[in-house]
């Protein structure tokens, strides 16, 4: 049986953007489920955006949460393969995937936030699908491939987190706006991580990793799932 490996980098950079991710649903559940502070910090007001669809903001990030931990059992696990556990997955991602093109209807940082949802989120439907296909045709090392990309390129938006942090904290002196930095930091967000799953994808030391017969050959990489 093929067995996939991922590099400390990787893992540590995917177990910081779950965590991320995940704290960022939670504090937007609360967010949600609290009175509006009626607040004009920069905080308050992006509370308020998101107060106006609060609907669709969460049939966006409840899947989207669900997504991400079914991700972390899909690509980690050691066990043989689960059909409806993938199966969990495709859905979830769909329903994550489309959900978002409508979130862009309401977005903070307006067109260059809205293109980088475009961008970023078309290549995830269509990883997620190449995905589903090579699933489809019992094709497993494609598949995991496309899986693997999608849920990085996913995980953008927990990258995006950090590099909003770094505008809101230099908002004082650079004197830019939600509405101003946040287009911004989705391109840079999602840009990191869709580079560096494609640098892993096609690196040479993973390619050197795999004997002909399809295994992995011992190495100083960790993190070995089935």
């Given at each position: ?41 920069p ?39 689960n ?37 970023f989120?078309?290549?995830f ?5 190449r995905?589903?296909?090579?699933r ?85 990489r ?5």
């Open positions: 049986m093929r067995r996939y490996r991922y590099p400390l980098w990787l893992l540590t950079g995917f177990w910081v953007c779950v965590v991320i991710a995940i704290g960022a649903v939670v504090r937007r559940l609360i967010a949600l489920t609290r009175a509006p502070s009626g607040g004009s910090s905080l308050a007001v992006l509370d308020a955006a998101f107060d106006s669809h609060a609907a669709l903001t969460l049939v966006h990030i409840v899947p989207a949460a669900l997504f991400v931990i079914v991700a972390a059992c899909v690509l980690l696990r050691r066990r043989a393969e059909d409806w556990l993938e199966t969990t997955f495709f859905v979830l991602g769909a329903v994550t995937g489309l959900t978002a093109y409508a979130m862009s209807r309401y977005a903070v940082g307006g067109w260059v936030e809205r293109s980088a949802v475009l961008v989120n078309t290549w439907l269509l990883s997620l699908s995905a589903y296909w090579f489809f045709h019992g094709d497993g090392a494609p598949k995991r491939e496309w899986m693997t990309r999608a849920v990085a390129v996913l995980l953008g938006i927990a990258t995006t987190r950090p590099v909003m942090g770094v505008f809101f904290a230099t908002s004082p002196r650079t004197h830019l706006s939600p509405h101003d930095f946040f287009g911004i930091a989705f391109w840079i967000g999602f840009s990191i991580n869709a580079v560096a799953v494609e640098f892993w994808l096609r690196s040479k030391t993973r390619a050197r990793l795999y004997d002909p017969e399809g295994s992995f050959q011992s190495g100083r960790v993190g070995a799932v089935v």
